[in-house]
T-cell receptor, first 113, second 112 residues
Framework: KNQVEQSPQSLIILEGKNCTLQ??????????LRWYKQDTGRGPVSLTI?????NTKSNGRYTATLDADTKQSSLHITASQLSDSASYIC????????????FGTGTRLKVLA | EPEVTQTPSHQVTQMGQEVILRCVPI?????FYWYRQILGQKVEFLVS????????KSEIFDDQFSVERPDGSNFTLKIRSTKLEDSAMYFC??????????FGPGTRLLVL
């Protein structure tokens, strides 16, 4: 079954600290994996897209890694800011002729001052 | 920067009523999507639309749902006879083709 699992479910950290969010997927065939940030009550916003051949990709303070062999990805946030408080969602497209996107349940991050 | 817009931002309706949720995708995008997110749950794919027809739909997208692109800019989701369990945030998204999806701000639907 095509699934995307994320951990932890929620996380609280102090401002300035780093954190790492995990994503495991069983989607096949695999083409890419996306990390989105979703503020409460808003639509998801793309942070990064990892293709099969990419191991690491950075977008400012966000660094995503991908291990296609173990089907795992992580999102590392460096020097967290209060504005990083949001849900972070891992999404893997499932290609069966056309794209269908499978969303993880997300990690709810809270950054405290 | 171009963005996806959705109207209304909030909609309250009585069970059994029809609702139409509207979206204006980014102008040069070709693929359009509807998702829903029940409060506290993950985002769920409903339907994708390309070249004026549905290209993919989930098991959630049953006969009470329909989508339409009535003109060159709008993309609508119609729920024919709303049920309590249709209460959710509905997101529209668009993409030029396969890469980053751009999501709208969502319409919060409450069915009473």
């Amino acid at each position: 079954k095509n699934q995307v699992e994320q951990s932890p479910q929620s996380l609280i950290i102090l401002e300035g600290k780093n954190c790492t969010l995990q994503c495991n997927y069983t989607v096949s065939p695999f083409s890419n994996l996306r990390w989105y940030k979703q503020d409460t009550g808003r639509g998801p916003v793309s942070l990064t897209i990892m293709t099969f051949s990419e191991n690491t990709k950075s977008n400012g303070r966000y660094t995503a890694t991908l291990d296609a062999d173990t089907k795992q990805s992580s999102l590392h946030i460096t020097a967290s800011q209060l504005s990083d408080s949001a849900s972070y969602i891992c999404v893997v497209p499932f290609t069966s002729g056309t794209y269908k996107y499978i969303f993880g349940t997300g990690t709810r991050l809270k950054v405290l001052a | 920067e171009p963005e996806v817009t959705q109207t209304p931002s909030h909609q309250v309706t009585q069970m059994g009523q029809e609702v139409i949720l509207r979206c204006v995708p980014i102008s040069n995008h070709l693929y359009f999507y509807w998702y829903r997110q029940i409060l506290g749950q993950k985002v769920e794919f409903l339907v994708s639309f390309y070249n004026n027809e549905i290209s993919e739909k989930s098991e959630i997208f049953d006969d009470q749902f329909s989508v339409e692109r009535p003109d060159g800019s709008n993309f609508t989701l119609k729920i024919r006879s709303t049920k309590l369990e249709d209460s959710a945030m509905y997101f529209c998204a668009s993409t030029a083709g396969g890469e980053t999806q751009y999501f709208g701000p969502g319409t919060r639907l409450l069915v009473l």
